[in-house]
Structures are given as C-alpha cells and as structure tokens.
C-alpha cells in the first residue's frame, strides 16, 4: 500500500482527468480500500482541492474547476508530453504566443532532471509552405465561444477575402466555431442574407454589446461536418472523399486538437470536449490516427469505426502479453 502523501497524489493525478470516478474504480486502481478512498478525498477537500460528489446508482466523485484551484499535478511523463505538445503548437497555429509563454512557465517549475529531459527534445514546428500566416486573437476565439453557448445574436465587422479596407458589418445567429485545413471558422446564419455562411474568424472583430437570445435553427446537412465539407468541398483543390469517414468525441479541447488534425473538422463542444471528423483509406488506420490522442474517446459512428477500435485494443492487448519465446 502506497504511504499518505504518494497516495493522494495518485489519486489526485486520476482525478484529474476530468471524468467521473466511482470510489470502486479509484479504490480498484489506487489497491486501496473505499473506505480509504472516502478519507482520502475529505483530505484533499481540506486542502482546496474542488471535488464534488456524483449522484448515481454507483456514486462518485469528480474534480471541479474553480478560479482558486490549487496547483495542478503532472507526472514525469504528463510534463514531458505537454511540453512537446506546447512546442510543436507554438508554429503557425492561433495560440502561438500564448502556447510559448506556457512553455516557458511551465519549464521554469520543472525540476532539473525534467528540464533535461526537455532540452533533449527540442521540436521544431514548420508549417506547410502553403499555409497562411494569419493568427486568430485568442480572445476572439474566447468572445465567439461565449455567444454560441449563450445563444446570442452577434454583431460583427468584417474583413472581405480582397483585404480591402472597407468592412463588412455583419449580423449573424452563431452556431458553432470549427477548423479546417489550418483555419477556425464561424458556422453562422447571416440574419441580413438570411442564409447560412461560414466566416473566417481571422477577419472577424465582434462589436458590443451583443444582441438578444435566439432559437437554434437546424443546420443544413444535419449536423456541421456535413455542412462544412459541403461548403469547401473542391475549393482548394483536394477532396474529402475518403473511403473511410468517421466521428468521435475527444475529451479534449477543440485548440488543443485542432494542430494535429489538419484534413479533419474540429467542432468545440464544450472548454473540455470537441467532435472531430476525419477520414482514411483504412478503418484501422483511422482509429489508430485517432488514438494518438492521450484522452477517452466516444465513437459517434459509423460501427466500422467502432469495431476497428476493438480489432485495435485486441491487437495491442496481445502485443502486451510478455511472451516465453519467438513463435515457431
């Protein structure tokens, strides 16, 4: 059994992941009792930690975000990883600057044998030759996500592909903010035009204050995927196409995605999770492309995905079996 101080570590680092936990689960992985497990958490409660109790047959616990929660805890493997992820987001994406002072923040608490570790894996991000050098304003990014969740009609001054100096106010029910081939659209209805449009969120500066609640409408296509490919299909030359098409939710979110799936559509759903759509010529290779996200996934269809994910977790279930010797 783990001694006081390694234990509520452990289960702080499991509760940080931002998913319900039942106290069965968290006594079965931290080899404790749930009893144990029930003290534990009253410890962490003490000392500020957030973590509220889920209601359910099972019952369980959750960590909460909060404007004073203490300080996060990585591992040596979680540091590492997310200061790589830090460096290769700060090229040529829309959290650039602010992906870099992470870094540097983040490289300054490190302890010194980690900080080796990161200085033996320096990563140089280069953007494709063909990808425009624009930046989207972080706090555009934060305004927008507001007023699609808020529901609120949105007022905007925008800047034309020509690059002129004349803008072109706009007035729009936003619905939702996705990436595409580099760039964070907004997925909104022109009240003016009375039509759909997609609009780059690079050319939009929102005016205040915004104005009142809306109905959602239904989006043409279903659902955003199917109107965004739609809308771009063949505008770059490319095609969507893909012989094998699929979509998930990550438990992630959509900025932290969005760089590492450049041929898919990012849809944020919420600061902790966004849909991403993408295709493959293989339905393995498709589940194995998503699995390169170090998060839960949820398949949202079609079951060949699904069972590609099975197939896959089969596969490496008997990789991980230690093996007496060479098959014959």
């Known amino acids: 059994m783990h001694k006081t101080s390694s234990r509520l570590l452990a289960l702080l680092s499991l509760l940080q992941t931002h998913r319900d936990w039942s106290g069965e689960d968290l006594a079965v992985r931290l080899d404790i009792s749930p009893r144990t497990v029930r003290r534990d958490i009253d410890r962490l409660r003490e000392l500020g930690y957030p973590i509220t109790t889920v209601k359910g047959p099972a019952g369980g616990y959750r960590l909460q975000a909060g404007a004073d929660l203490p300080p996060m805890l990585f591992d040596d493997n979680q540091a590492v990883a997310l200061a ?169 979110p959509a900025a932290e995605v969005a760089p590492f799936a450049p041929d898919g559509i990012v849809e944020e759903l919420d600061p902790r999770r966004c849909r991403l759509v993408l295709g493959s010529w293989s339905w393995t290779g498709l589940a194995a492309t998503i699995g390169r996200f170090d998060t839960d996934i949820d398949v949202v269809g079609p079951p060949r995905l699904a069972t590609a994910f099975a197939d896959l977790a089969a596969r490496y279930a008997r990789a991980a079996r230690p093996e007496t010797g060479p098959t014959p």
């Open 84 to 252: 790589v992820a830090l460096q290769t987001a700060v090229a040529g994406t829309a959290v650039a600057e602010d992906a870099a002072r992470a870094l540097a923040t983040l490289r300054q608490v490190m302890p010194s044998r980690l900080r080796h570790r990161i200085d033996l894996l320096r990563v140089t991000a280069v953007p494709a030759a063909d990808r425009d050098t624009s930046q989207v304003d972080t706090q555009v990014l934060t305004d927008l996500g507001r007023v699609i969740h808020a529901r609120e009609e949105l007022r905007f001054d925008y800047t034309p592909a020509s690059h002129t100096s004349a803008d072109d106010p706009r007035r729009v029910q936003p619905h939702h903010l996705v990436t595409w081939r580099h760039h964070w659209y907004l997925v909104a209805f022109d009240l003016d035009r009375q039509d759909w449009r997609t609009f780059r969120v690079d050319r939009i500066r929102p005016r205040t204050p915004t104005g009142p609640r809306f109905a959602p409408r239904e989006l043409p296509g279903g659902n955003v995927s199917t109107f965004v490919i739609s809308r771009f299909r063949g505008n770059d030359g490319t095609t969507t196409d893909w012989p094998c098409l699929g979509e998930v939710v990550l438990h992630l």
